[in-house]
T-cell receptor
């Protein structure tokens, strides 16, 4: 089973709202990722967690705040977003062994910021 | 700098035609290579991957890719496409031991029945 689940599927929020995206995997993977994908563009890496610790932050604005409560869960907390943050947010996971890492992606949360 | 190039932006084929999508990479050191597919309205799915060994790798749905080190290429092929292959195809690469996956810009494949 190579399933990564994400909730919600769709989210509409105002610029003053606070919301959270959730990602879950039960493959025993120890690396988890957040990506942002704009229409007709490839995914752009935002954050990487390795063994529940933040490993990579690709200079993402602080209005995006990741959290990894345990090895199966990854959250992305959103606050004071801008309309240009509207995009598909993808979660992925991989083994975490740094050997032949293969990332498996979830279906994404489609975010619209008004 | 690490980069992945996909030269075909949009490919249009008739059903049963053969497919080859180009992918070139620029990486220092050992590279891992992947092809992902994104069907309309769906999530990224792994088609195939190459880490080492046999340079011809077979993936799901009849796709295969060949790693040619001298050409820094990892082209995707399928002998006979179907309408259901209509999708966006992304080539991606990572360095050995790295979590960072670099994507190409993608190739949109449209298959006409």
């Amino acid at each position: 089973d190579t399933e990564v689940t994400q909730t919600p599927k769709h989210l509409v929020m105002g610029m003053t709202n606070k919301k959270s995206l959730k990602c879950e995997q039960h493959m025993g993977h120890r690396a988890m990722y957040w990506y942002k994908q704009k229409a007709k563009k490839p995914p752009e890496l935002m954050f990487v967690y390795s063994y529940e610790k933040l490993s990579i932050n690709e200079s993402v604005p602080s209005r995006f705040s990741p959290e990894c409560p345990n090895s199966s869960l990854l959250n992305l907390h959103l606050h004071a977003l801008q309309p240009e943050d509207s995009a598909l947010y993808l979660c992925a996971s991989s083994q975490g062994s740094r050997s032949q890492e293969t990332q498996y992606f979830g279906p994404g949360t489609r975010l619209l910021v008004l | 700098a690490q980069s992945v190039s996909q030269h075909n932006h949009h490919v249009i084929l008739s059903e049963a035609a053969s497919l080859e999508l180009g992918c070139n990479y620029s990486y220092g050191g050992t590279v891992n290579l992947f092809w992902y597919v994104q069907y309309p309205g769906q999530h990224l799915q792994l088609l195939l991957k190459y880490f080492s060994g046999d340079p011809l790798v077979k993936g799901i749905k009849g796709f295969e890719a060949e790693f040619i080190k001298s050409k820094f290429s990892f082209n995707l092929r399928k002998p006979s496409v179907q309408w259901s292959d209509t999708a966006e195809y992304f080539c991606a690469a990572s360095g050995a031991g790295s979590y960072q996956l670099t994507f190409g810009k993608g190739t949109k494949l449209s298959v006409i029945p």
